[in-house]
């Protein structure tokens, strides 16, 4: 079996698109073939590393040239792991078939048929036990979406009332200095129909003027163009 507590990690090491299955007579078994690894000695001379032989003679003078040391790494071992898995989500199934010496697995493609029709059966209740969990599990995130939704509801309409509050407040405030205005230009009016005409014409004048430029004081106005919270949050 493969050791738990490996010398290297290879991150990028190449894995199939799609994994391949035999399907046995209730449940789908997945199948696949691997080199093995060994951990060997290797002695790095001349910038590369290879095996470490004990047996050849070894000359002090030529390690000292060369700079040699020594390591453990993992190579090819040339012999292969058939591995079968469970394909199905959330079912942890795994067993595994090492060619010890030559043609060794070949002499138990019999047992690894046999072994797929087996496990097939076995799996079959982690199968239902794992498909079970998982609607719950989709239930309980349908229930955590509904209620995320719902406080969101809540939270934007608040938040629309209390735009749609301040903006009618800004708007009665604005109303309210135009409606001072307006009084103070109708006491203006006022005044001038007491003045001489020479007087009255020039100030009538003005008194247009600031009348164009103040523009229309209808409530209804501002009320017309006021954004409830149902035009703020659809």
Same mark, same amino acid.
């Given at each position: 079996?493969?050791?738990? $507590?490996?010398?290297?990690?290879y =991150?990028?090491?190449?894995? =199939?698109?799609?994994?391949?299955?035999?399907?046995?007579?209730d449940?789908?078994? !997945?199948?696949?073939?691997? $080199?093995?690894s060994?951990l060997?000695?290797?002695?790095?001379?001349?910038?590369?590393?290879?095996?470490? $032989?004990?047996?050849?003679?070894?000359?002090?003078?030529?390690? /000292?040239?060369?700079?040699?040391?020594?390591?453990?790494?993992?190579?090819?071992? !040339?012999?292969?792991?058939?591995?079968?898995?469970?394909p199905h989500p959330?079912?942890?199934?795994?067993?595994?078939?090492?060619?010890?010496?030559?043609?060794?697995?070949?002499?138990?493609? !019999?047992?690894?048929?046999?072994?797929?029709?087996?496990?097939?059966?076995?799996?079959?209740?982690?199968?239902?036990?794992?498909?079970? +969990?998982?609607?719950?599990?989709? +239930?309980?995130? /349908?229930?955590?979406?509904?209620?995320w +939704? $719902?406080?969101?509801?809540?939270?934007?309409?608040?938040?629309?009332?209390?735009?749609?509050?301040?903006? /009618?407040?800004?708007?009665i405030? +604005?109303w309210?200095?135009?409606k001072?205005?307006?009084?103070?230009?109708?006491?203006?009016?006022?005044?001038?129909e007491?003045?001489?005409?020479?007087?009255?014409? =020039?100030?009538?004048?003005?008194?247009r003027?600031a009348?164009?430029?103040? !523009?229309?004081?209808?409530?209804?106005?501002?009320?017309?163009d006021?954004?409830?919270?149902?035009?703020?949050?659809?």
């Amino acid at each position: 079996m493969p050791r738990k $507590e490996p010398n290297h990690r290879y =991150p990028m090491l190449w894995s =199939p698109d799609r994994p391949t299955v035999v399907y046995g007579p209730d449940a789908a078994i !997945g199948l696949t073939i691997v $080199e093995m690894s060994e951990l060997v000695r290797v002695r790095y001379v001349n910038g590369e590393y290879v095996k470490d $032989e004990d047996d050849r003679p070894r000359s002090r003078s030529r390690y /000292l040239s060369d700079r040699s040391w020594t390591t453990d790494k993992d190579l090819p071992s !040339g012999r292969f792991r058939v591995v079968l898995y469970s394909p199905h989500p959330s079912v942890d199934w795994m067993e595994a078939f090492d060619e010890k010496s030559a043609k060794a697995l070949e002499s138990r493609i !019999g047992r690894i048929a046999s072994r797929v029709k087996s496990a097939s059966k076995e799996l079959v209740p982690q199968i239902e036990e794992a498909r079970r +969990q998982a609607r719950i599990a989709h +239930q309980a995130f /349908l229930e955590q979406q509904r209620v995320w +939704q $719902e406080k969101e509801h809540r939270r934007r309409l608040l938040e629309a009332r209390q735009e749609s509050e301040k903006r /009618l407040r800004q708007g009665i405030a +604005q109303w309210s200095d135009l409606k001072a205005l307006a009084d103070f230009l109708e006491t203006a009016e006022k005044s001038i129909e007491g003045l001489p005409p020479e007087t009255a014409a =020039p100030m009538a004048e003005r008194l247009r003027l600031a009348r164009e430029m103040l !523009g229309s004081i209808d409530p209804l106005e501002f009320l017309r163009d006021w954004r409830t919270p149902d035009d703020i949050y659809k």
